[in-house]
């Protein structure tokens, strides 16, 4: 069955600091993975997506990318966090039949 | 600019009525929607789906409702349950972009 994973849960991280967060999928190959984010107050903003290893599209210019080095694996980074990069942020991946799912998710807090 | 909207942030029903959430969109490329539901720390979770040459469907208690011309879906609950309090969420997809937008929720609140 396909599973996805999704780390780690909860994060405090000091402006300017750097942030990973790491998503992987088993059960699947070459799977359409997406990074999203819900902010305070807001719904579910779609940062990136990708089709393929290497191949990256980004949905809104911000201080975050994103980089898939393997089919499975999907990782959302910063160089140097922002307070209002805090947020909750969602993998996930599509199946064929339009059926996206989604990761737990992690929650951020830029302090 | 939002291209799926859900107009109400909240909805407060009692146990045993209907809870009907709007979503509306402007994009007319879209062709399949979808309404997840979302608990606190939780990634959302499927409900129920509606393609573009349907103007309903059904799964149990849950009904989703489609009007193309007016750009406009909505979904139903009933009866309404204590459980189905939770963050809701309309999702649009088109087909040829291979992406879901997502609306803003609305959080529903079922009281006994």
């Known amino acids: 069955s396909q599973t996805i994973h999704q780390w780690p849960a909860t994060l405090v991280q000091p402006v300017g600091s750097p942030l990973s967060l790491e998503c992987t999928v088993e059960?699947?190959?070459?799977?359409?993975l997406y990074w999203y984010r819900q902010a305070a107050g807001r719904g579910l903003q779609l940062l990136f997506y990708?089709?393929?290893?290497?191949?990256i599209s980004s949905e809104v210019p911000q201080n975050l990318s994103a980089s898939r080095p393997q089919d499975r694996q999907f990782i959302l980074s910063s160089k140097k966090l922002l307070l209002s990069d805090s947020g909750f942020y969602l993998c996930?991946?599509?199946?064929?039949?339009?059926?996206?799912?989604f990761g737990s998710g992690t929650r951020l807090t830029v302090v | 600019d939002q291209q799926v909207k859900q107009n109400s942030p909240s909805l407060s029903v009692q146990e045993g009525r209907i809870s009907i959430l709007n979503c509306d969109y402007t994009?007319?490329?879209?062709?399949?929607f979808l309404w997840y539901k979302k608990y606190p720390a939780e990634g959302p979770t499927f409900l129920i789906s509606?393609?573009?040459?349907?103007d309903k469907n059904e799964d149990g208690r849950f009904t989703v409702f489609l009007n193309k011309s007016a750009k406009h879906l909505s979904l139903h609950i009933v009866p309404s349950q204590p459980g189905d309090s939770a963050v809701y969420f309309c999702?649009?997809?088109?087909?040829?972009?291979?992406?879901?937008?997502f609306g803003t929720g609305t959080r529903l609140q079922v009281f006994p």
């Open positions: 509606i393609s573009s040459i349907k």
């Open positions: 059960g699947t190959s070459n799977p359409n």
């Open positions: 999702a649009a997809s088109d087909v040829s972009t291979d992406k879901l937008i």
């Open positions: 996930a991946w599509k199946a064929v039949d339009y059926g996206y799912t």
């Open positions: 994009n007319s490329m879209f062709d399949y």
């Open positions: 990708s089709v393929g290893i290497g191949q």
